[in-house]
């Protein structure tokens, strides 16, 4: 039940751009985004919403396929700040906010 | 705003012992998660509370490990019986009342990590 992402690792040199993909086996609701540096906690990105347009800020932004039960997240221009670990997490139905995260796609951006 | 708090920041302790761990939300979100992750893996969803209500729970919660928000503030978290296969990090999580579908987002502590010897 747990989304799986891919891929699994991406490296980048600064400017590149970078697809993570997130997909489910269930029908999903919502879709969050979640960046995880090494030894820090896990920082909030974006949620999508089913039904809801794409979301984005500056160079990240992220779509939400309700048919192929899979969300996506685009980062453009890459940025030494960009490398962390990146996870997807799901909600499957409306009357929950159980929150189930992805396997994660570690990101490394190089100068 | 001082952000979700977590205790201890590490703990060590041996086989058979039995371990608890406080979380701290921020103060005006009402919904309380508890998170556990190995290194390299995707953080494992433990329970969450909605005020003091536990509304949902892994079946890891039904043997050593319970948790608990009394007053709807705080949250523990214990282990029972520690086993070596515990030793990982465990997050909280906090958010504010959504309508439904978990919509908003989740603030998380910087975890306390456990090893068992």
């Known amino acids: 039940q747990q989304p799986v992402q891919s891929p699994q690792a991406v490296i980048l040199r600064e400017g590149e751009d970078a697809v993570i993909n997130c997909s489910s086996s269930k029908a999903l609701y919502s879709v969050h985004w979640y960046r995880q540096k090494h030894g820090e906690a896990p920082v909030f990105l974006m949620i999508?919403?089913?039904?809801?347009e794409q979301k984005g800020h500056e160079k990240i932004s992220a779509s939400f396929n309700e048919k192929k039960q899979q969300s996506s997240l685009y980062l453009t221009a890459s940025q030494l700040s960009y490398s962390g670990t990146y996870f997807c997490?799901?909600?499957?139905?409306?009357?929950?906010?159980?929150?189930?995260f992805g396997t994660g796609t570690r990101l490394q951006v190089f100068p | 705003d001082t952000g979700v708090s977590q205790d201890p920041r590490h703990k060590i302790t041996k086989r058979g012992q039995n371990v608890t761990f406080r979380c701290d939300p921020i103060s005006e979100h009402n919904r309380l998660y508890w998170y556990r992750q190995t290194l390299g893996q995707g953080p494992e969803f433990l329970t969450y509370f909605q005020n003091e209500a536990q509304l949902e729970k892994s079946r890891l919660l039904s043997d050593r490990f319970s948790a608990e928000r009394p007053k709807g503030s705080f949250s523990t978290l214990e282990i029972q019986r520690t086993e070596q296969g515990d030793s990982a990090m465990y997050l909280c999580?906090?958010?504010?009342?959504?309508?439904?579908?978990?919509?908003?987002?989740?603030?998380f502590g910087n975890g306390t990590r456990l090893t068992v010897t």
């Open positions: 999580a906090s958010g504010p009342a959504g309508t439904g579908g978990n919509n908003s987002p989740l603030h």
């Open positions: 997490g799901t909600v499957w139905q409306y009357n929950t906010d159980k929150l189930i």
């Open positions: 999508l919403l089913k039904g809801g």
